[in-house]
């Protein structure tokens, strides 16, 4: 069997035991933003030990950190998703309570006050909407 090129072989071929599941980690760790003297403390490996493992891994460093931060994206649009439909409901329960008072009741002022604080928050909530590209359709296909 003809020896591999270091550089184009798998982890799994390249390194013996044990030291591709700490590069593994090496590779979560940085993904998440971890320094090198943070990671050597955990890993118990050298700092230029890791530096060489970085430029080495960059790719799937990348790849993982952009995986994390679409995952965080997913979650932050979520959860404006849950606020502006709460917002929503709050609104309409204000609507409803106005309808049934007159103008003349001190606390309706105060209730024209939330309705208005309402509407903005609803305002900061607001994201424009835009069509996906085609080159977007297919990745959500795949």
Do not use: H
């Not at 890993?43 to 460093?61: F, H, P, R």
């Amino acid at each position: 069997m003809a020896l591999l090129d270091q550089k184009t072989a798998p982890l799994e071929i390249m390194d013996p035991p044990g030291k591709t599941e700490i590069k593994s980690q090496f590779i979560e760790l940085r993904a998440k933003g971890w320094s090198y003297v943070k990671i050597s403390k955990k890993l118990k490996v050298s700092k230029s030990t890791l530096a060489n493992w970085s430029q080495e891994l960059e790719a799937e460093i990348a790849s993982l950190k952009a995986m994390e931060l679409e995952a965080l994206y997913e979650r932050y649009f979520l959860a404006k998703e849950g606020r502006i439909k709460l917002l929503g409901e709050q609104l309409k329960d204000i609507q409803i309570e106005l309808k049934k008072r007159k103008l003349d009741r001190v606390s309706t002022e105060k209730l024209l006050e939330l309705e208005l604080k309402v509407y903005q928050a609803l305002r900061e909530e607001y994201i424009e909407a835009r069509p996906l590209s085609d080159q977007e359709i297919l990745e959500l296909k795949e």
